[in-house]
């Protein structure tokens, strides 16, 4: 039940922050391994992608790869926040006067995450590969024109094996260990400090917001460069047996984008990045934690 209410809460968050997403990854692809001002700026901000992408694209495609979209996150984090609950469940992230252990919270957040990011990656991938797709005028990065995400998923398969769907896999890893561990640990942490000063009544679910504030904070700042790197690595385009034609894995990217973009390219994209990123935190971390209340209120 744990996982299956941990899917459901980031489902939920998802309907509200796919359109956030869409923007997020084109302005993390506008202007790659280009240096600034030598290139055309499709998306100057966040509010100007939004209106660009409606004009010319048409409003749908503010929820384009939806669908992937939300089965990534029903699979990543109902495995992700689910093993995590599973542990703090279990005692086992608290030492023996009952406080929070933040190593061992970060830990168990950075282990679940890996979990459930490697197992949803060709989801992942795909999703990234269709929130790119555009129109020729306002396309940026590489353009694979799918259909849609069965179709995706099987094309992929059949031209490069179990090996080109979970290409980009190990890239993304670290973009989830900062960020799940970060999340999940000054989550918890933040909630355990507001119980015990008091400042709302207790089990009130202004808690639960309140420290989904502060985490969704300290996510954007730590996992921006990783998030940029990881969406370049799953949409770069690749030879005939599956490899990148532009990175050779994360540290080669992270390298070619700090040296040709500067370290603004680093944080391309931090202002979608802090507009999709928090209120997904909050409303994942809030729907997760309101859910289980309600589950352990009416079974015990």
């Known amino acids: 039940m744990d996982f299956l209410m941990s899917g459901l809460a980031a489902c939920g968050a998802c309907l509200f922050t796919n359109p956030l997403e869409v923007v997020k990854t084109r302005m993390q692809l506008q202007g790659e391994l280009r240096a600034p001002g030598t290139y055309q700026r499709h998306y100057r901000n966040v509010f100007h992608a939004f209106i660009t992408i409606g004009k010319v694209d048409g409003l749908a495609a503010l929820q384009r790869g939806l669908a992937p979209a939300l089965l990534y996150q029903f699979l990543m984090n109902g495995i992700r926040l689910g093993t995590y609950g599973l542990a703090e469940a279990g005692g086992y992230l608290h030492t023996a006067e009952g406080t929070l252990n933040p190593v061992r919270s970060a830990a168990a ?69 900062v960020g799940s561990s970060t999340q999940l640990c000054t989550f918890s942490s933040t909630k355990d400090l507001m119980t015990q000063w008091e ?16 985490s ?50 680093m944080y391309k994209g931090i202002g979608a990045s802090y507009f999709r990123l928090g209120p997904h935190t909050i409303l994942s971390l809030f729907f997760w934690d309101q859910l289980r209340m309600v589950y352990y209120t009416y079974t015990k």
């Open 109 to 177: 957040g950075a282990l679940a995450g890996v979990m459930g990011a490697y197992l949803g990656s060709p989801i992942y991938m795909v999703k990234t590969h269709l929130q790119a797709q555009a129109a020729t005028e306002i396309a940026v990065g590489h353009q694979y024109n799918h259909q849609g995400m069965f179709q995706a998923l099987t094309k992929i398969g059949q031209k490069h094996g179990l090996v080109g769907l979970w290409r980009g896999a190990l890239g993304g890893l670290p973009r989830v260990i």
């Open 199 to 214: 400042i709302f009544p207790p089990q009130s679910w202004k808690v639960a917001l309140a420290a989904a504030m502060v």
């Open 216 to 265: 969704g904070i300290a996510v954007v700042l730590a996992m921006t460069p990783f998030d940029v790197v990881s969406t370049r690595l799953y949409n770069q385009p690749t030879d005939a047996q599956g490899k990148g034609l532009m990175y050779r894995g994360l540290l080669d990217a992270l390298l070619q984008t700090a040296r040709t973009e500067g370290i603004f390219g």
